[in-house]
């Protein structure tokens, strides 16, 4: 009779079983000796071991890329791009824009005010003549979309200073959106008072005192909160280009919209574009608004098109502001007076990059289509 058997032991190691013997003893009664029992393993399936960490081929997963992920779950399906680009460039946590410098040799890419004074110099020269075309009003309010370091809005401020009439009257807002660009931009202009990503005022924005000029410098994070009760010079460069795009496809179905998924396992990247089995809320409202204006022929050309209603909207905003009050608007950006079928891309290290790779470790940048935003 069997008193105790042993019960058989495995070692899992890269996923392959490797069997122990195990010992056998008998009582007295029925056997004195001790016998060993060798089980054959090799007929059993051998499956591959789990790999909870990263996918084999995959790319390294950025914290934007778990964040975007776990928006598409919680939705249950893809998003559209528009957010996506939105997510990726001005996520208050993780966004592109929001912690770290971006321009300049040691960035990703390099804007005209970083490499030449003049350039800024000759937009403040701009701003001066329309204020002497506005008749030289007492106030006029300037307004920089996107100010980047600071740069452009420091050697417009330079190149203006000797014109104490126009100087003394300037009320300047900056629209940024980064905490950690408020502070390059508050240093390139010498400014006064608490940093700019602490000192606010009643209205909740930030301000300071720039130097030498002496004039009000304010922080918002959109237009909309900026005061509109003046003759007001917008100058917004390279900042349409950063506005979130939607892209449309036509097909048998209609104008279908193209999505962000998370992609397949066996796939390098951890996102794939998809197209919309139908068409969407989006390419209702959008596409027969861009291309109602277009000649037959060339409407019934495009298979693809892409669009930004944030810069319609901003452009519409800046029109009201204009025709209420008085001003101007300089708009500065790579673009045609036609619309895009896609020209969304990615840039990293000046160079350029896939659309998906490593979600927050690169700008993306879309032409700007201006006659939408006339």
């Not at 420091?154 to 203006?160: F, H, K, P, S, Y």
């Not at 508050?186 to 930030?206: I, N, R, V």
């Not at 795009?245 to 066996?266: M, N, P, Y």
Request: glycine fraction near 8%; charge should be neutral; aromatic fraction near 6%.
């Amino acid at each position: 009779m069997l008193s105790r058997l042993m019960p058989q032991r495995y070692n899992v190691a890269a996923g392959l079983l490797k069997p122990y013997s195990a010992r056998c003893l008998f009582s007295r009664t029925e056997c004195s000796a001790e016998h060993d029992i060798s089980i054959d393993t090799s007929a059993l399936s051998r499956p591959e071991a789990h790999n909870h960490g990263k996918l084999p081929g995959k790319e390294p997963e950025t914290e934007m890329a778990k964040h975007i992920k776990s928006i598409i779950r919680f939705r249950g399906g893809p998003i559209t791009l528009a957010e996506y680009m939105s997510e990726v460039l001005t996520n208050p946590q993780a966004g592109y824009y929001i912690n770290r410098d971006v321009f300049g040799t040691d960035g990703d890419f390099t804007t005209s005010p970083e490499i030449s004074q003049l350039f800024g110099e000759m937009i403040g020269i701009w701003c001066l003549t329309v204020w002497q075309q506005l008749g030289s009003p007492r106030k006029m309010r300037l307004v920089e979309l996107g100010p980047g370091r600071g740069t452009l809005m420091a050697d417009l401020l330079r190149a203006t200073a000797p014109f104490k009439p126009f100087i003394s009257g300037l009320d300047v807002h900056l629209v940024e959106v980064s905490k950690f660009l408020r502070l390059q931009q508050w240093d390139k202009l010498h400014c006064h008072g608490l940093p700019a990503s602490t000192a606010s005022t009643t209205e909740g924005h930030q301000t300071g005192t720039a130097m030498p000029s002496g004039v009000q410098v304010h922080w918002h994070r959109s237009l909309h909160e900026v005061p509109d009760d003046l003759p007001t010079v917008c100058v917004a460069h390279e900042f349409l280009d950063a506005l979130p795009v939607h892209q449309f496809q036509k097909t048998e179905r209609g104008w279908c919209e193209r999505l962000i998924d998370v992609a397949s396992d066996d796939s390098p990247l951890h996102f794939r574009l998809v197209l919309s089995p139908c068409p969407t809320p989006a390419s209702r409202l959008l596409v027969d608004r861009r291309l109602g204006a277009l000649p037959f022929d060339q409407k019934a050309a495009m298979k693809g098109l892409e669009v930004s209603p944030q810069a319609m909207s901003t452009a519409g905003d800046l029109a009201k502001r204009v025709a209420t009050h008085g001003g101007a608007a300089l708009l500065i950006d790579y673009g045609r007076n036609r619309p895009y079928p896609t020209s969304l891309q990615a840039i990293r290290e000046h160079q350029f990059c896939g659309l998906l790779e490593q979600p927050g470790k690169a700008d993306l940048s879309a032409h700007v289509d201006f006659a939408a935003i006339r």
